[in-house]
């Protein structure tokens, strides 16, 4: 079965500067690749996704990701970090090759301080 | 564009009781989903459903029944509360493509006491 380890519990990163969230992840075959954004209170929204060809995904928000087969990694980035970007992110991978039948990571907790 | 509408968004219910926590799509999406989000679990899926009168079960189904006769529709009970069910559960849609991502509603925080 597959799953998705974040190892990055919770996150503080100044306003302006560099992120990267770390997401690894154990699946058989080519993995559908998601990052998902959660605010306060919100539901879930997709932030990219990766499915085959380019390995660095742009997403939304000013996110990317880079998928690293060798590393079954899937790592989130972004250049200069908001304040409006504090929230919880979580990996997902799809099961067999689908983008809705997914398995989560646990989460990693941003928090941008100004 | 309605979305997703999860019914109630805060719920206090007693152990033993049964619940029902609605899920309303307007996109006639296929698919239909009910995640718990739990502290240190991340999202768990505990049931599906790729159509109408079709379900199946999740990694934590125990507990929960879904019914699913109309295409919009996907209500999740429990049958006796307990409180280990105390969590916050989302219900997500997506089409049927495989490339088609999920869509998540704002949730329902259910407290079992």
């Known amino acids: 079965a597959q799953s998705v380890t974040q190892p990055d519990i919770h996150i503080t990163v100044s306003e302006g500067a560099s992120l990267e969230l770390r997401c690894n992840y154990s699946?058989?075959?080519?993995?559908?690749l998601f990052w998902y954004v959660q605010s306060p209170g919100q539901g879930l929204q997709l932030l990219l996704k990766?499915?085959?060809?380019?390995?660095l995904v742009q997403g939304i928000k000013g996110f990317e990701a880079e998928f690293k087969r060798s590393q079954s990694s899937f790592n989130l980035r972004k250049p200069s970090v908001h304040w409006s970007d504090a929230a919880e992110y979580f990996c997902?991978?799809?099961?067999?090759?689908?983008?809705?039948?997914?398995?989560f990571g646990t989460g990693t907790r941003l928090q941008v301080t100004l | 564009d309605a979305g997703i509408t999860q019914s109630p968004r805060y719920k206090i219910t007693e152990t033993g009781r049964q619940v029902t926590l609605m899920c309303h799509q307007t996109?006639?999406?296929?698919?239909m989903f009910w995640y718990r989000q739990d502290l240190g679990h991340g999202l768990r899926l505990i049931y599906y459903?790729?159509?109408?009168?079709?379900?199946d079960k999740g990694e934590v189904p125990d507990g929960y029944v879904v019914s699913r006769s109309k295409t919009e529709n996907f209500p999740l009970t429990l049958e006796s509360a307990t409180r280990s069910q105390t969590s916050v559960y989302f219900c997500?849609?997506?089409?049927?493509?495989?490339?088609?991502?999920?869509?998540f509603g704002n949730g329902t925080r259910l407290t079992v006491t």
């Open positions: 699946y058989g075959a080519t993995p559908y």
């Open positions: 997902a991978v799809g099961e067999a090759g689908t983008a809705s039948k997914l398995t």
């Open positions: 990766y499915f085959s060809g380019d390995t």
């Open positions: 996109w006639s999406h296929s698919y």
């Open positions: 997500a849609s997506s089409r049927q493509e495989r490339n088609s991502p999920l869509h």
């Open positions: 459903s790729a159509a109408a009168d079709i379900t």
